[in-house]
């Protein structure tokens, strides 16, 4: 009975998942709504398909990926050098750990469990669909692949910051030697590439397609087997795929071992992981920021700037120093490295194609920052302001994330793409304006639901929302590049007029929303 529990388990939680869908409509319209798109994704490639269309070099998207497997994989994995990371929820750690069941086949559950996990993380894989095969022709099963090697990077970094937690947590000299092989890995093999694309300066992009697909980053553990594995299929590449699974294989019962035999308790070590994530959690369920976990930094304290409405700026600012926020946090920073890179290899689908990208994932990433955790204090409901003023305030406080962001991205592009000045600007300005607003968006998401429970609902009415807020600045930007208007250049006021049209309808959707401020009840 024992051996079949954790089996039941998962069988039981799989079964409850579906039958979510049914009883809770907004689950079904939301899970319809993301069917959808795939399927639109995919209906739309064809339509700008036009049969003998010249494809890019297949090579530059195999040595994108990589890259990309190889970022994840070193942000993640960095975790067992901090908190470690956890395949396990708290549910997991008050019901299972106590119960009857032996430490290792509790560990293979939670990496079955992990497993699904890590394929629904790469499920945005899907919607890249469109633009992949027009650019590259690559059919639906290579985003498939894609999303399968994704996932697995994801569960094998996961593993490795969880051994690296469970052998370096209690020991410093551990630690600091588990840190020089770790860093020291990554640096060695950057030193590499930059030194083989310095000797041709003038073929840069054509050296960096060939350095992803070489045997040398291949061979870098781990994310260059998976990307060696995807690149082989891709390719048909035999040795490739044979060599890069037994690797993978390899690392991934070596790490299993460690873990169930180098150390059978390792319950203790998982369990403040688990905390943390189920803290994170909680606080996202609830639209807020989990923080104050670790240590946290004093300095300076009391206000020597603003007053009224414009006090919460700067208390923003305090606690962001305090909890050694960078301005650009980790998903932001993926999404603005992968951003990057695909706008080396569409350089020639132009600048809208990859702004259209950029928003999506800019999209996915915008939230309302600390606005949502002042509504959890009485605070921000006290001060004799207007709501709407304060709304401002409050939401100003990303603005240096959003534009560091924005110049992260769009000064490299610049010089890729060969944009001038005044695209430039304007393109960094329209991103601002499309980030403000997906905030506002978020924002009209607390104002009709409050503290609703309900992340289907939310994601879902998020989604229609960000679509029908969208809708003017997307027409705009249609008509005027029909109409062929051109100032400065082509694009100058395609981005224009689309912050023209964005600028209003963030700030009426806010105005509309102001009560939230007003009635505390409503949170």
């Not at 064809?46 to 994108?64: C, K, M, V």
């Not at 629904?120 to 890249?128: R, S």
């Not at 921000?380 to 003023?389: D, G, Y």
């Amino acid at each position: 009975m024992k051996k079949n529990a954790l089996t039941y388990l998962l069988l039981v939680k799989f079964k409850n998942q579906i039958r979510e869908l049914v009883r809770k409509p907004a689950r079904l319209i939301y899970f319809i709504l993301l069917i959808g798109f795939i399927v639109f994704a995919a209906l739309s490639s064809d339509w700008d398909d036009s049969g003998n269309q010249a494809y890019r070099n297949i090579n530059e998207l195999t040595a994108g990926i990589t890259a990309l497997y190889i970022l994840i994989f070193a942000m993640m994995a960095y975790n067992g050098f901090k908190n470690g990371a956890t395949m396990f929820r708290m549910a997991d750690v008050n019901m299972i750990f106590t119960s009857p069941i032996s430490p290792r086949r509790t560990l293979f559950y939670g990496l079955f469990q992990q497993l699904g996990t890590s394929l629904l993380l790469g499920f945005f894989f899907l919607y890249q669909y469109s633009w992949m095969h027009n650019v590259y022709g690559v059919s639906f099963t290579t985003i498939i692949i894609l999303l399968v090697g994704y996932s697995l990077s994801v569960f094998c970094a996961q593993l490795t910051a969880m051994v690296i937690y469970s052998f370096t947590s209690y020991d410093d000299n551990r630690k600091r030697i588990a840190a020089i092989i770790f860093f020291g890995l990554f640096i060695i093999y950057a030193a590499g590439l930059v030194l083989f694309l310095l000797q041709d300066r003038t073929q840069l992009v054509q050296n960096l397609v060939i350095a992803g697909n070489s045997i040398y980053i291949r061979l870098l553990p781990v994310a260059g087997w998976i990307g060696s594995i995807v690149g082989g299929i891709i390719l048909n590449e035999t040795s490739a795929i044979i060599t890069g699974s037994v690797l993978t294989a390899v690392y991934i019962a070596g790490m299993t071992v460690l873990l169930t035999y180098a150390k059978q308790d390792y319950y203790e070590d998982v369990l403040k992981a688990s905390e943390d994530q189920q803290i994170a959690l909680i606080a996202k369920s609830e639209g807020r920021m989990a923080e104050g976990i670790g240590k946290v930094k004093i300095g300076k304290t009391g206000f020597t700037k603003g007053e009224g409405a414009s006090v919460f700026y700067y208390k923003q600012k305090i606690e962001d120093r305090r909890a050694r926020k960078f301005i650009v946090d980790g998903i932001a920073l993926i999404f603005v490295i992968v951003t990057v890179i695909l706008g080396v290899f569409m350089k020639n689908a132009g600048i809208v194609m990859v702004f259209m990208t950029s928003s999506y994932m800019q999209f996915i990433s915008v939230k309302t920052g600390r606005f949502s955790k002042e509504l959890d204090k009485p605070y921000i409901f006290l001060v004799p302001e207007p709501p709407f003023k304060k709304i401002l305030y409050c939401i100003k406080e990303s603005f240096t994330g959003y534009l560091a962001e924005a110049i992260m991205i769009y000064v490299p592009l610049a010089f890729i793409m060969q944009l001038s000045p005044f695209d430039t600007i304007m393109i960094i300005i329209a991103r601002i304006s499309f980030a403000y607003l997906f905030t506002a968006a978020n924002i009209l998401m607390l104002r009709v639901f409050g503290a609703s429970q309900s992340r289907t609902l939310l994601y879902t009415f998020y989604v229609l929302s960000v679509v029908i807020m969208s809708v003017p600045a997307i027409a705009a930007g249609i008509l005027v590049s029909t109409a062929g208007i051109v100032l400065f250049s082509d694009f100058f006021v395609i981005f224009a007029v689309m912050t023209a049209c964005n600028i209003p309808v963030t700030l009426l959707v806010i105005y509309l929303c102001r009560n939230v401020l007003q009635y505390a009840e409503l949170k």
